[in-house]
């Protein structure tokens, strides 16, 4: 059995290959980028995390590149992400970037379907509060009229508890 069908059905030892096999190249490369040792060790573990669970998702079923290319271009994207957000500037290449750009929209794709999938999931008084709060960005004294609330804190408080089941269902399901 390969290594691709090991990860998808979670065999530890080939889990614990894969990951000790290329951690320390993966720390290497992020020295590049002045990350400390123990911030590239963190970023690689969520990679690694990443690469089973699109092991078990079925899309490496047909990966055209080796795994440890694969994993490293998770752990790339996901050191440029955590850049990005420390403020740092990262220069890369036009490559990079084309593929920097697919890779954040196919993670808002993934996001997207999730948030909509889950959104079905509410109650239809909450899918219309949400609705027109954040789609149609109605006011709370507007949302109070159109669904016959008789105040602005009512309909705070209603909105709140919609947004909150929400959360928990995207927290539940992914």
């Not at 951690?23 to 590049?32: E, H, L, P, R, T």
């Amino acid at each position: 059995m390969n290594t691709i069908a090991q990860l998808k059905l979670g065999n530890e030892a080939t889990v614990k290959d894969v990951y000790n096999c290329n951690k320390q190249g993966f720390i290497s490369f992020a020295g590049k980028y002045d990350v400390s040792e123990y911030e590239a060790t963190d970023i690689y573990q969520d990679a690694v995390i990443a690469l089973i669970e699109n092991a078990r998702k079925g899309k490496l079923d047909n990966l055209k590149s080796s795994l440890t290319t694969y994993l490293f271009a998770i752990g790339k994207f996901m050191l440029f992400a955590y850049l990005k957000k420390q403020n740092k500037q990262v220069m890369m290449s036009i490559d990079e970037a084309v593929e920097w750009n697919s890779y954040e929209t196919e993670q808002q794709e993934e996001q997207t379907a999730l948030l909509q999938k889950h959104f079905e999931q509410l109650g239809e008084q909450c899918r219309k509060m949400l609705t027109l709060f954040y789609y149609e960005e109605k006011k709370l004294e507007e949302i109070m009229h159109l669904m016959n609330y008789d105040n602005k804190d009512v309909v705070k408080s209603q909105k709140h508890r919609c947004l909150k089941q929400l959360k928990n269902l995207m927290g539940k399901n992914g």
